[in-house]
């Protein structure tokens, strides 16, 4: 923190001294210089930051891995002695005493270790400081040197501008590769205890009874328990429930929005509608497990169902009107790309507005309805907090929408929540289910998006 | 003269039987027209009604929660070992409970006195603590300290305990209804803003719960996800849509950006646990690895909006700035970016606003942590408003369901604040060119 607030500084004292320094050498007028003087103070600046700020992470690197070595190579004696999770808790043990936390079992060898790497620690933090500044104030001479008048320092600045931009794009495909790549390890490691075929195909899902442990019939045993079918059939039909209130109630709603309504309403209706949307999950979650579970379940009492208290209806029900506004805002979008000639030319055959909506413009649009529906039914299958809030745990393998069914959004979330252990077969599960999850989700988008594509590009 | 005016000539004889039968299927197709219009009105106006049955269940929970009975105490500050050092540390029980009995000088018995201390809240003793610390003067004389009853209590009080149940169906037995009676006939209760509520951080009791260390938990977090994704964002933004040749890369970069904004938040949750916690060894349940996680999320929402931004600045600007010699870096860092900004700023405000409300990722890298203290570094255990909500909903209690009814409250209005600033500075800022 300090090495960085002194690095900050040396940089912004290095940016004045070097635009002054270029204006001194003009002669005080700047218009004789190639670059402007502020390229010459941010000339200076990137020379200071960026090689001390590269040195810093490498050199922060090497002192970490030097001092968990010589930590093990000093007290080798004691890590042998111990098994392979307590050595990794002995070593985790001193790095907290050394940065001054408390630990569960103090022993002397703990206290020595811990005493060990603070001094270490302190060694190679002052090490790793006198490094960087040097590498920063090495930096600045050498920029402030190289200031002349003729110099091109817009260019070089720009340069690094450049690379940062091209950095920051490169950020969102980062973001992708690691969630592709964490998904996959930890989901090859899961499929190392459990089979893939057992995992998409079984029928039994109870994680809580897997077995850990060695033994000749863990495999078997965690074959029997990890089936995620009733996980997907969950799904399923709460996303099918979801929709068969979204998709009529949404469309109706863009079809009136842009056919039938008056510029007034519409100005009032379609933020009202974005309201909807804007809603955070977890408040349609509450809503769900308060006010419409209950109800539902009061009305089937009334006329002789029992309906379980976690029933899929009721998550269905609250997913799709969070899902409403989605549909209605795209197949809106969709609508209005029909071209009016179409309708004109249906008007002018006499047929009437509905006729005209039925018969013309929602076949023309049907490419994007569609589409815009699956982009529906891929937010609806990663929905997890109304779910998690107002469905159930229980995984039952069933169509019934008054029973409790589970989904794979609430089992990745109840594997995670509270387990600190990262290896289990359980935490592990949660990981795959996140894969297929994103494997669905994302190809429905993708073919949702081609479809669009396609569709705009016919009446463009 | 274009109206298709009836022609007499041809209305003959066999015609009227035609005619009568147009007629019908006309008065059939406008009936078909009139339901089709009624189905669309109808839909929006259920949407409608959705929302304002989502909004009173919400707004008629969370009233109760603003307002909390608080009885006046008469506290003996007189133990000698009650100093204004020790007064922040000091164990208030004994004195609490002696005030609250000598609330009913008539109750002796054990079974009684149970009954009276159940009337207040458990958490009493904190609250008589943390006002004498505040005016260590009190110590030595005798005060009137206004402190919370038990939630039953103010559940009753409220009027929302139904007393013609049995008792066994109910919190409050009858004796607890008659204490509690008696003091409001002497005066003794009095209803006040719940502040409690604004200023606790986390507690498994009702009365004692409050939003503060988890609006705080939400403000750290919310700031490291828009340091992280504003600027990151708004710098791709840039390049993608001023300085990218077209190419497979960035074809591909884009490709991948509008996928990245349909992928469920819960997956971005599992890359922050595998990555920040498991990989990079971050500490768990911190704003820091939450903001990061958020900000990861919120990247697509800023560069897509960012973009758009930028592409409605017109060219002219851009030529102009070329022509009198500006670089393409200048033209656009001076020039371009400036009148974008409003809408760049509108989009980081709504993508900030879904960050707000967002709960599943965070599950994820374990911001359920149960945080009695306030949080006051990024790297603190804390929780945020919409897990706060989520973990306040599972409790059964009632005043657990209004706390959580209330802290929906403060959400969306936090959220409505953000999306009418934005609105605000799109109607004040926004351009036609």
Known sequence: MMVALALIALATIAYFTARSRSVALAGGDASTLHSRPVYHGFYAFFWVLLPALAIWLVASRIADWYISSSLSERFSAVIESLSGPQAGAFINDAMTLASGGRIGFPDDDKIAAGEFVAGLQSAAFWLVAALVIGVALAGFFYAYSRIEPRKRTRQAVERVVRYALIACSVVAVLTTIGIVFSLIFESVRFFGRVSVFDFLFGYHWSPQSAFEGAGASTADDNSRVFGAIPLFAGTLLITFIAMCVAAPIGLMAAIYLSDYASAGFRKIAKPVLEILAGVPTVVYGFFAALTVAPAIRGWGEVIGLTVSSESALAAGLVMGIMIIPFVSSLSDDVINAVPQSLRDGSAGLGATKSETIRKVVLPAALPGIVSALLLAVSRAIGETMIVVMAAGLAANLTINPLEAVTTVTVQIVTLLVGDQEFDSAKTLAAFALGLVLFIITLALNVVALRVVQKYKEQYD | ?433
Do not use: C
């Open chain 2, 1 to 433: 003269m274009t109206d298709p005016a009836p022609n007499p000539a041809i209305a003959v004889g066999a015609a009227t039987d035609d005619r009568a039968a147009r007629s019908t299927r006309t008065r059939k197709r406008f009936a078909a027209e009139r339901r089709f219009r009624f189905y669309g009105l109808a839909a929006v106006l259920t949407a409608f009604g959705f929302l304002i049955l989502l909004l009173s269940t919400v707004i008629g929970n969370a009233i109760p929660a603003f307002t909390y009975n608080y009885a006046q105490l008469p506290v003996e500050l007189t133990n000698e070992k009650l100093t204004p050092e020790n007064a922040a540390e000091f164990d208030f029980r004994k004195t609490v409970h002696a005030a609250q009995l000598s609330l009913f000088p008539d109750i002796s018995d054990r079974a009684g006195r149970r009954l009276v201390r159940g009337i207040f809240s458990s958490g009493t003793p904190i609250v008589v603590r943390g006002e004498v610390a505040a005016n260590t003067d009190w110590i030595g004389t005798r005060q009137i300290i206004p402190v919370p009853v038990s939630d039953d209590a103010d559940l009753y009080l409220k009027g929302l305990v139904d007393t013609d149940l049995p008792e066994s169906q109910r919190n409050i037995s009858d004796a607890e209804i008659a204490l509690v009676d008696q003091l409001v006939e002497r005066g003794l209760i009095e209803r006040q803003f719940n502040t409690i509520f604004f200023t606790n951080g986390a507690s498994r009791e009702p009365e004692m719960a409050g939003i503060m260390g988890a609006l705080i938990g939400s403000l750290l977090t919310l700031s490291i996800t828009l340091l992280l994704s504003a600027p990151i964002g708004v710098l791709a933004a840039i390049y993608l849509e001023e300085f990218a040749p077209k190419n497979r890369l960035t074809d591909f970069i884009e490709v991948n950006i509008n996928n990245l904004a349909a992928v469920p938040s819960i997956v971005f949750g599992l890359l922050g646990l595998a990555v920040f916690l498991n990989f990079m060894e971050f500490p768990r349940s911190a704003p820091l690895v939450g903001g990061m996680v958020l900000a990861l999320m919120t990247l697509p929402t800023v560069i897509i909006a960012s973009r758009a931004a930028l592409r409605a600045v017109p060219p002219s600007i851009r030529e102009a700035a070329l022509g009198i010699g500006a670089s393409r870096i200048q033209t656009v860092f001076h020039h371009v970016l400036p009148l974008a900004m409003p809408g760049i700023l509108t989009g980081t405000i709504i993508g900030m606003a879904g960050a707000l409300g967002e709960t599943a990722p965070l599950l994820m890298i374990g911001m359920v942590a149960f945080v009695v203290d306030l949080p006051a570094a990024v790297t603190d255990p804390a929780t945020v408003l919409p897990v706060q909500i989520y973990m306040w909903a599972d409790f059964p209690e009632i005043g657990f369901q209004q706390k959580t009814a209330a802290a929906i409250v403060i959400l969306l209005l936090f959220l409505i604040a953000m999306n009418a600033i934005a609105v605000w500075l799109r109607s004040r800022f926004e351009r036609r060119w």
